[in-house]
C-alpha cells in the first residue's frame, strides 16, 4: 500500500500531499481518498475537499436513480483494469427489502461483490470476519442449493489466480465519483474464496438485504476483480428498500402431498428471481418468514393459495428448488 504524507493533522485542511515524510516530494496529479474524503491533485495544485457522505457531490449513488429506478455501476468504465471498486448509495429513508442484481461477464476470471450496510463499510479484504448478511447468506440465480459461505467468487476455469486459498497483492482501490472510478492511489490484497469455475454464464445473481430502520441510509459496496486477466465487466443495480409481497401458504411439511392437504395458515414472502413478483413462485427465488427478508423460511414443502390446481414449492437454503401442483 502507498504511504503519503500531508501538511497538517486533517487531510481535509491540508494543502499540500507528498510523497516522503520531510514533505519535499510532492505526490503527483491524481484522486487521494481518506476516510470517506476525496481530495484531487491538478497540475500540481491540491483541490479543496469533497465528502463521499455527500449525495450532491457525486460520490454517492441515488436508489432511485433516474430515469432507470435503481442506482447501477459498472467496472467497464474502468478500462478493464483489475482491483477494487468502492461505490455508495443512498437507500432513502424507508425500510423493507433492498434488492441488489449482479452480472459478470463470460470470460472474467474471480470477481467478488461485497455489500453491507452500517459503519463497517467493508471487511477485512484479506481474513476479516465477513459474518452480516450481506455476507452469509448468499445464493445465486444459478441453481446453487448451498449458500456460499463468505462473498459471491466467480471465476473461469483453468485460471490458477481462482484458486481457493490464493492471496493476490498489489490491486489497486478505485472510488466511484462523478460518473468514472478513480484511483485512491491505496493498493490493498485480496483473499480468493469459495472460488466457483463456471463454464456458462451464470446471468443474473440477485441478493436482498434487509434494512429496518431509518438511522441508516448508506449501503457501502465494492466489486473486487481480483486477477490480472483483463476482459472484465461486472455490474450491479441497487433498488430502493421496498416491502415484499407475501403469499398464503401452509406450514412447512416433509412433501408436496401433505403440504396439499393442510389450510393455508401462514404468511410467505418473495425475493423474486424467476418468479413472477407478487403472482407465483418461480425456481431459485427466495423464500422469507418476513416481508423484510431478514430470516428465511425453514427447509421443506409449502403449499400456496394461488392456482388451479394449487401451487407447492420446495425451499431448500432459502432457495426454491421444486414447483408443482397439488
Given at each position: 500500500m502507498a504511504i503519503f504524507y500531508i501538511d497538517s493533522s486533517?487531510?481535509?485542511?491540508?494543502?499540500?500531499?507528498?510523497?516522503?515524510?520531510?514533505?519535499?516530494?510532492?505526490?503527483?496529479?491524481?484522486?487521494?481518498?481518506?476516510?470517506?474524503?476525496i481530495r484531487q491533485i491538478s497540475a500540481g495544485i491540491l483541490q479543496p475537499p469533497v465528502s463521499c457522505d455527500d449525495i450532491?457531490?457525486?460520490?454517492?449513488?441515488?436508489?432511485?436513480?433516474?430515469?432507470?429506478?435503481?442506482?447501477?455501476v459498472t467496472t467497464n468504465l474502468s478500462g478493464n483494469n483489475n482491483g477494487m471498486y468502492d461505490f455508495?448509495?443512498?437507500?432513502?429513508?424507508?425500510?423493507?427489502?433492498?434488492?441488489?442484481?449482479?452480472?459478470?461477464?463470460?470470460?472474467?476470471?474471480?470477481?467478488?461483490?461485497?455489500?453491507?450496510?452500517?459503519?463497517d463499510s467493508y471487511p477485512n479484504p484479506v481474513y476479516g470476519n465477513r459474518g452480516s448478511r450481506s455476507a452469509t447468506n448468499l445464493?445465486?440465480?444459478?441453481?446453487?442449493?448451498?449458500?456460499?459461505?463468505?462473498?459471491?467468487?466467480?471465476?473461469?476455469?483453468?485460471?490458477?489466480?481462482?484458486?481457493?486459498?490464493?492471496?493476490v497483492t498489489g490491486l489497486k482501490v478505485f472510488q466511484y465519483y462523478n460518473s468514472a472510478w478513480n484511483w485512491t492511489n491505496i493498493t490493498n490484497s485480496e483473499y480468493i474464496t469459495d472460488g466457483i469455475n463456471i463454464v456458462a454464464d451464470p446471468g443474473t445473481?440477485?441478493?436482498y438485504i434487509p434494512k429496518t430502520s431509518n438511522d441508516v441510509n448508506l449501503l457501502r459496496a465494492r466489486i473486487v476483480e481480483a486477477c490480472?486477466?483483463?476482459?472484465?465487466?461486472?455490474?450491479?443495480?441497487?433498488?430502493?428498500?421496498?416491502?415484499?409481497?407475501?403469499?398464503?401458504?401452509?406450514?412447512?411439511?416433509?412433501?408436496?402431498?401433505?403440504?396439499?392437504?393442510?389450510?393455508?395458515t401462514i404468511t410467505i414472502y418473495q425475493g423474486h428471481v424467476n418468479g413472477t413478483p407478487a403472482s407465483s413462485f418461480g425456481l431459485y427465488d427466495w423464500v422469507f418468514a418476513d416481508e423484510y427478508s431478514t430470516t428465511l423460511v425453514a427447509d421443506g414443502y409449502y403449499a400456496l393459495d394461488y392456482g388451479t390446481p394449487k401451487a407447492w414449492i420446495r425451499v431448500q437454503n432459502g432457495i426454491v428448488t421444486q414447483i408443482g401442483s397439488c
Open positions: 486533517d487531510f481535509s485542511t491540508a494543502t499540500a500531499i507528498y510523497t516522503n515524510p520531510a514533505l519535499t516530494s510532492p505526490a503527483g496529479d491524481g484522486y487521494y481518498q481518506y476516510c470517506g474524503i450532491a457531490v457525486g460520490c454517492v449513488l441515488n436508489c432511485n436513480q433516474q430515469p432507470a429506478g435503481y442506482a447501477a455508495e448509495v443512498e437507500l432513502s429513508n424507508t425500510t423493507g427489502a433492498v434488492r441488489v442484481e449482479m452480472t459478470v461477464s463470460l470470460a472474467q476470471s474471480s470477481t467478488a461483490f461485497i455489500f453491507q450496510l452500517g459503519e445464493l445465486g440465480a444459478t441453481g446453487a442449493t448451498l449458500p456460499i459461505a463468505q462473498r459471491y467468487t466467480y471465476g473461469t476455469a483453468g485460471d490458477s489466480c481462482n484458486a481457493v486459498s490464493t492471496i445473481m440477485v441478493l490480472p486477466v483483463g476482459g472484465y465487466n461486472s455490474s450491479a443495480r441497487i433498488y430502493c428498500p421496498a416491502l415484499l409481497p407475501g403469499f398464503l401458504s401452509t406450514t412447512v411439511d416433509t412433501t408436496s402431498l401433505l403440504a396439499c392437504g393442510k389450510a393455508r
